[in-house]
């Protein structure tokens, strides 16, 4: 099957500075990927949807200043953790659509751990 | 998408078959049922959908009742592998990428 890849699969940070994650779909092109979070025993929540080309659209609640999205390539969309907090550690996750055929497939997720 | 209903968790013996239920009564005539699986630190894995008539691929069966109001995810012999939180998703195929994700069904599959 298609492969999505995220990068790096955990990180720690400190309090206040900026961390990014990337995910990339690698043999397929990607006009729209979404990134996801997944706090420790809950179930994922939609953060936002990239679009190549585009502003990202993000869900109510979900602050776009400090979760900065680009997708400047088919292949290629970044999610920024600005001034990352405690509270930011989580699980984000990415999925990748698929045109033709069509489907979507999600990464392997990235561990954030803000100290 | 459509609201989804599954049991919290279920326990499985190795080497049997594991029926995952899910109800989805307010499903629309457009939308499929979805199923992912999501082992623990990873990222959430398609297993299968289906629309209306049952599907069977190399990872499960998918059994959509005839009303389409719930579905039995079936993995015809569980591992201790298979054990993970399984979701079922409704939605409509466009949205493919974007779902709503519930609790899910945490399968322990014991020796």
């Known amino acids: 099957g298609a492969v999505v890849s995220q990068h790096p699969s955990w990180v720690i940070c400190k309090s206040g500075t900026s961390v990014k994650i990337e995910c990339r779909s690698l043999?397929?092109?990607?006009?729209?990927m979404f990134w996801y979070r997944q706090f420790p025993k809950q179930s994922l929540m939609l953060m936002a949807t990239?679009?190549?080309?585009?502003?990202?659209?993000?869900e109510q609640g979900v602050e776009k200043d400090k979760f900065l999205i680009n997708h400047a390539s088919l292949t290629l969309s970044t999610l920024t953790v600005t001034s990352a907090h405690p509270e930011d550690s989580s699980f984000y996750i990415c999925?990748?659509?698929?045109?033709?055929?069509?489907?979507?497939?999600f990464g392997q997720g990235t561990r954030l751990t803000v100290v | 998408d459509a609201k989804t209903t599954q049991p919290t968790s279920m326990d499985c013996a190795e080497g049997r078959a594991a029926n995952l239920p899910c109800n989805h009564s307010?499903?629309?005539?457009?939308?499929?049922v979805y199923w992912y699986r999501q082992i623990h630190s990873q990222g959430p894995q398609y297993i299968i959908h289906?629309?209306?008539n049952n599907e069977t691929n190399e990872m499960a069966s998918l059994i959509i009742t005839e009303d389409r109001k719930s579905s039995t995810l079936i993995l015809p012999h569980a591992t201790l592998r298979d054990t993970a939180v399984y979701y079922c998703?409704?939605?409509?195929?466009?949205?493919?990428?974007?779902?709503?994700f519930g609790d899910g069904t945490t399968l322990t599959v014991k020796p």
């Open positions: 999925s990748a659509r698929r045109d033709s055929p069509f489907s979507a497939f």
């Open positions: 043999d397929f092109q990607a006009t729209t």
């Open positions: 990239s679009n190549e080309g585009s502003k990202a659209t993000y």
């Open positions: 307010t499903i629309s005539g457009n939308e499929y």
């Open positions: 289906g629309l209306k």
């Open positions: 998703i409704v939605r409509v195929n466009t949205n493919a990428g974007k779902s709503t």
